[in-house]
């Protein structure tokens, strides 16, 4: 039999190439799962990302039923429309996973977050930062003659902007919760 | 023993065996140590589960997974903390890969030692969890009974897989009321069966307009059940569409069967790839779009419109883009497909599919898997078609190990039904086959059980023709010794420039003086002339047995899409193999 002839040159995608008929467009995705509150639960949600290769730009976790021991997961993540299908996927397979809620594509939703920032200062810098603080709607929840601990909650986006207004001030530690996230309407 | 001891004060260890028990489990293959200890007594007061006492724990673990496949059962491995558990991850990563419904039991360390880096103290849940379905560390021994049904249900539900219980020993030790598995309620998960309707019409509509259909079946097939296979059939005969399978589905349609295209993907037949490659409707039935079967993904089935049937949702999308996604069972969908396709009138596009079937046919005319078997060596492909001509009408059960050999054995072997055939296909385990054709044989102790292996896997796990021989397991072991890490050879000529780094198995046993040291039988044969009669020899021969089949040493397994091309460009027989592979391939295993 004679061999076959072999176009040359015609792999230009690797066979691990997986998605030319896939978008590439990166979306940002916010995930409620949950879960059964047992032991390891956390670390098989967090297994799934590191083993697969997902993103994880926040996430939060606490019982939010204490009778019936569920806990409810917030993760952000980042990836193309088929990753982040993927990972939806993925994390429903979890045996002790009952229901996993992609709230950017069912709706309307709220997302908050909380921080605490220490801000140092003093004279018109101590000033400045409990002025801007106002504005942002910051509590103080400690002080001491040349620093400030303020407590903020809001979006992402209102909390990553008092940073860049602090730093130059003088921020010197910063903690963040991660999202907590709730769809808006009635309905669960 | 009475029968029903709901309710009654059981130790841990108690609960283990009566678990097994209750669960239908009548063989337990493992390995004792400290913190077993406590079962494995239990063990040895009752009859009613025989326990296999292998040589590695990674064995006894393969074995469950050979009595898994070929039973449709749990297969159970029992192993001790620390160690025991670690030599059973490769097992349960090899479970996971394929789809095969196991459980391990472990034993560790007590309860108020864990974390203290105690004696054979390891992690074993957070080692395995990636390698498991589900896995549980019990604390309190009222929580066990229920785990452990919990276990088996996880196990064979959905897409099926291993799970694994870490028992502490003082956990084994301590009593609480046992509850059997009626009054146990087992968690909330429950797959999903039935497809959906609208999905199923639209694959109905599909297959009556179709001009040049193909099934394309997997391991689902097979793990969905019997039922499954015959659902299959029954659809494949009546449309009259061609079918492939991957490795993991063969079977589930018989290879005589006059629709079977043979195996497709990097070894499959030149038929089944171009079929692949030039259908207009590809009909995924229970498989995965693997890398080993797609070749490169931009070039696979380019022209076709893809329907996907799987229980397990993250398959559906994962590498290829399905028009038509149906999430659930293969046998429930297969079912529902085939009675609504007949309720429509059993319409197919008669003359389109002639055509079809007639460009079929010629690609078969290539015959893209003979050989000549001349001079004085034996040709694998030969050794492979004499052992499948002499044995094929028995009751038979094929395992394999990993290399040239196991391809061979999927290109030249045929199988009339489903879960016959025993491979390590995701994780491609060499030392599988041995150990799995141990757990074969336990299951079904009458029928004949041969591991098609090569020299270098089965030396993996060649321990156990210690267990095969304690327990008169008639299995046997046919190995096509190249003196070659085969496989790797091949690869080697392919892009590396025929350098051979590492790829001899230099100071090989004489497998028949290692036969007799073990207690078995050993046959050599190396002359094609003697071949039929020594086979014959190895089948008559009641009990254990290693035939050492020394073959052609430099043969290369074809057909072969090499990595990083097409279905359609595929090296056949004779083919200049170097430089097939270019720079992109090449980084590809
Ligand atoms: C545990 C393990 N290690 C390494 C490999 C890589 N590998 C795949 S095939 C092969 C050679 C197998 O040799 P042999 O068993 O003699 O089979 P042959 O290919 O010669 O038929 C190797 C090393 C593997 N699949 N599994
Ligand atoms: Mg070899």
Same mark, same amino acid.
């Given at each position: 039999m004679p061999p076959l002839k072999l176009k040359k040159g015609s792999t230009s995608h690797s066979a691990y190439n997986l998605r030319p008929t896939f978008s590439d467009v990166q979306e940002r995705h916010t995930l409620a799962v949950l879960v059964d509150?047992?032991?390891g639960v956390l670390a098989r949600v967090i297994g799934l990302f590191s083993g697969r290769g997902y993103n994880i730009e926040s996430l939060t976790v606490a019982e939010v039923d204490h009778e019936g021991h569920t806990s409810r997961i917030t993760v952000v993540t980042t990836g193309t429309p088929q990753v982040i299908e993927q990972i939806k996927a993925q994390l429903g397979r979890i045996v002790p996973v009952h229901d996993v809620h992609d709230l950017t594509v069912e709706g309307q939703v709220v997302e908050r977050e909380l921080a605490l920032f220490k801000v140092q200062g003093t004279g018109d810098k101590r000033i400045e930062a409990l002025r801007l603080a106002e504005i942002f709607r910051a509590n103080v929840v400690d002080s001491t003659l040349d620093s400030f601990v303020f407590e903020i909650t809001g979006d992402v986006g209102k909390i990553d902007a008092f940073a860049d207004l602090m730093r130059p001030i003088g921020l010197v530690e910063m903690g963040r919760t991660g999202v907590a996230a709730l769809s808006r309407g009635a309905r669960a | 023993m009475t029968k029903n001891m709901g309710g009654r004060q059981l130790t841990g260890a108690q609960m283990v065996v009566k678990a097994l028990k209750d669960q239908g489990v009548d063989a337990v293959f493992g390995y004792p140590g400290g913190a077993v200890l406590p079962i494995y007594d239990e063990i040895f007061q009752q009859n009613e589960i025989r326990h296999f006492l292998v040589r590695h724990e990674q064995a006894a673990v393969h074995a469950a997974e050979g009595y898994a496949r070929s039973t449709g059962k749990v297969g159970v491995a029992l192993v001790t903390s620390g160690p025991g558990a670690t030599n059973a991850v490769t097992g349960l990563t090899d479970a996971l890969m394929d789809s095969i419904p196991i459980l391990v039991i472990s034993g560790q360390v007590p309860t108020f030692m864990i974390?203290?880096?105690?004696?054979?103290? &390891?992690d074993t849940v957070g080692i395995t969890r990636p390698c498991t379905k589900h896995n549980w560390l019990v604390k309190d021994t009222a929580a066990l009974s229920g785990v452990l049904h919990e276990a088996f249900h996880v196990a064979r539900s959905g897409r099926p897989g291993p799970v694994l219980v870490d028992i502490p020993k003082d956990v084994q030790f301590a009593s609480a009321e046992y509850l059997p598995p009626t009054k146990v309620s087992t968690s909330h998960y429950r797959p999903k069966l039935q497809g959906d309707p609208a999905e199923i019409e639209r694959l109905v509509a599909l297959m009556e307009g179709a001009e040049r259909p193909v099934f394309y079946t997997g391991g689902g097939v097979i793990n969905s059940g019997p039922e499954a296979s015959r659902l299959l059939r029954g659809l494949v005969e009546a449309t009259g569409f061609p079918i492939t399978s991957t490795l993991m589905g063969l079977g589930a349609y018989p290879a005589s069967g006059d629709k079977w295209l043979g195996m497709l993907g990097m070894h499959g037949t030149y038929e089944a790839n171009m079929a692949m490659h030039g259908c207009d409707l590809l009909i995924n039935v229970g &498989?995965?779009?693997d890398d080993r079967i797609t070749g490169r993904i931009d070039a696979f089935s380019p022209n076709s419109r893809k329907v996907h049937i799987d229980i397990d949702a993250s398959s559906i999308n994962k590498v290829i883009k399905a028009d038509v996604p149906i999430l659930g069972d293969v046998a429930h969908v297969l079912e529902d497909a085939l009675a609504l396709w007949k309720a429509r009138g059993s319409r197919t596009n008669a003359g389109k599919l002639g055509t079809w079937r007639k460009r079929v046919q010629e690609w078969r005319a290539v015959r893209c898997l003979d050989f000549k078997q001349e001079g004085a060596v034996i040709k694998p492909q030969y050794a492979v078609s004499r052992l499948e001509a002499l044995t094929k009408d028995r009751d038979r059960y094929i395992c394999t190990e990993v290399g040239q050999h196991q391809m061979w054995a999927a290109q030249y072997m045929g199988f009339e039904a489903p879960n016959r055939w025993m491979t390590s296909g995701g994780l491609g385990t060499m030392g599988y086959g041995q150990p799995a054709s141990m757990g074969v044989q336990v299951a079904h102790p009458e029928s004949l059980v041969i591991n098609v292996a090569g020299e270098a896997s089965w030396l993996m796990n060649m321990q156990e023709m210690g267990t095969m021989v304690q327990y008169r397991l008639p299995v046997k072991q046919f190995i096509l010794n190249n003196e070659r890490l085969g496989m790797v050879r091949q690869w080697q000529e392919l892009l590396h420039g025929e350098r051979y780094s590492q790829s001899w198995s230099e100071a090989l046993p004489d497998f028949v003086k290692l036969a007799e040291a073990f207690g078995a039988k050993g046959i050599r044969c190396q002359d094609p002339a003697d071949l039929d009669d020594a086979i014959v020899e190895m089948l008559d021969h009641d009990g254990p047995v290693i035939f050492d089949c020394l073959v052609e040493k430099h043969e290369n397994c074809f057909p072969m899409i090499p990595s990083g091309k097409a279905h359609n460009e595929m090296l056949m027989t004779n083919a200049r193999m170097q430089g097939a592979i270019n720079a992109t391939g090449a980084v590809l295993v």
């Amino acid at each position: 039999m004679p061999p076959l002839k072999l176009k040359k040159g015609s792999t230009s995608h690797s066979a691990y190439n997986l998605r030319p008929t896939f978008s590439d467009v990166q979306e940002r995705h916010t995930l409620a799962v949950l879960v059964d509150n047992e032991v390891g639960v956390l670390a098989r949600v967090i297994g799934l990302f590191s083993g697969r290769g997902y993103n994880i730009e926040s996430l939060t976790v606490a019982e939010v039923d204490h009778e019936g021991h569920t806990s409810r997961i917030t993760v952000v993540t980042t990836g193309t429309p088929q990753v982040i299908e993927q990972i939806k996927a993925q994390l429903g397979r979890i045996v002790p996973v009952h229901d996993v809620h992609d709230l950017t594509v069912e709706g309307q939703v709220v997302e908050r977050e909380l921080a605490l920032f220490k801000v140092q200062g003093t004279g018109d810098k101590r000033i400045e930062a409990l002025r801007l603080a106002e504005i942002f709607r910051a509590n103080v929840v400690d002080s001491t003659l040349d620093s400030f601990v303020f407590e903020i909650t809001g979006d992402v986006g209102k909390i990553d902007a008092f940073a860049d207004l602090m730093r130059p001030i003088g921020l010197v530690e910063m903690g963040r919760t991660g999202v907590a996230a709730l769809s808006r309407g009635a309905r669960a | 023993m009475t029968k029903n001891m709901g309710g009654r004060q059981l130790t841990g260890a108690q609960m283990v065996v009566k678990a097994l028990k209750d669960q239908g489990v009548d063989a337990v293959f493992g390995y004792p140590g400290g913190a077993v200890l406590p079962i494995y007594d239990e063990i040895f007061q009752q009859n009613e589960i025989r326990h296999f006492l292998v040589r590695h724990e990674q064995a006894a673990v393969h074995a469950a997974e050979g009595y898994a496949r070929s039973t449709g059962k749990v297969g159970v491995a029992l192993v001790t903390s620390g160690p025991g558990a670690t030599n059973a991850v490769t097992g349960l990563t090899d479970a996971l890969m394929d789809s095969i419904p196991i459980l391990v039991i472990s034993g560790q360390v007590p309860t108020f030692m864990i974390g203290s880096d105690a004696f054979q103290e &390891a992690d074993t849940v957070g080692i395995t969890r990636p390698c498991t379905k589900h896995n549980w560390l019990v604390k309190d021994t009222a929580a066990l009974s229920g785990v452990l049904h919990e276990a088996f249900h996880v196990a064979r539900s959905g897409r099926p897989g291993p799970v694994l219980v870490d028992i502490p020993k003082d956990v084994q030790f301590a009593s609480a009321e046992y509850l059997p598995p009626t009054k146990v309620s087992t968690s909330h998960y429950r797959p999903k069966l039935q497809g959906d309707p609208a999905e199923i019409e639209r694959l109905v509509a599909l297959m009556e307009g179709a001009e040049r259909p193909v099934f394309y079946t997997g391991g689902g097939v097979i793990n969905s059940g019997p039922e499954a296979s015959r659902l299959l059939r029954g659809l494949v005969e009546a449309t009259g569409f061609p079918i492939t399978s991957t490795l993991m589905g063969l079977g589930a349609y018989p290879a005589s069967g006059d629709k079977w295209l043979g195996m497709l993907g990097m070894h499959g037949t030149y038929e089944a790839n171009m079929a692949m490659h030039g259908c207009d409707l590809l009909i995924n039935v229970g &498989a995965r779009f693997d890398d080993r079967i797609t070749g490169r993904i931009d070039a696979f089935s380019p022209n076709s419109r893809k329907v996907h049937i799987d229980i397990d949702a993250s398959s559906i999308n994962k590498v290829i883009k399905a028009d038509v996604p149906i999430l659930g069972d293969v046998a429930h969908v297969l079912e529902d497909a085939l009675a609504l396709w007949k309720a429509r009138g059993s319409r197919t596009n008669a003359g389109k599919l002639g055509t079809w079937r007639k460009r079929v046919q010629e690609w078969r005319a290539v015959r893209c898997l003979d050989f000549k078997q001349e001079g004085a060596v034996i040709k694998p492909q030969y050794a492979v078609s004499r052992l499948e001509a002499l044995t094929k009408d028995r009751d038979r059960y094929i395992c394999t190990e990993v290399g040239q050999h196991q391809m061979w054995a999927a290109q030249y072997m045929g199988f009339e039904a489903p879960n016959r055939w025993m491979t390590s296909g995701g994780l491609g385990t060499m030392g599988y086959g041995q150990p799995a054709s141990m757990g074969v044989q336990v299951a079904h102790p009458e029928s004949l059980v041969i591991n098609v292996a090569g020299e270098a896997s089965w030396l993996m796990n060649m321990q156990e023709m210690g267990t095969m021989v304690q327990y008169r397991l008639p299995v046997k072991q046919f190995i096509l010794n190249n003196e070659r890490l085969g496989m790797v050879r091949q690869w080697q000529e392919l892009l590396h420039g025929e350098r051979y780094s590492q790829s001899w198995s230099e100071a090989l046993p004489d497998f028949v003086k290692l036969a007799e040291a073990f207690g078995a039988k050993g046959i050599r044969c190396q002359d094609p002339a003697d071949l039929d009669d020594a086979i014959v020899e190895m089948l008559d021969h009641d009990g254990p047995v290693i035939f050492d089949c020394l073959v052609e040493k430099h043969e290369n397994c074809f057909p072969m899409i090499p990595s990083g091309k097409a279905h359609n460009e595929m090296l056949m027989t004779n083919a200049r193999m170097q430089g097939a592979i270019n720079a992109t391939g090449a980084v590809l295993v």
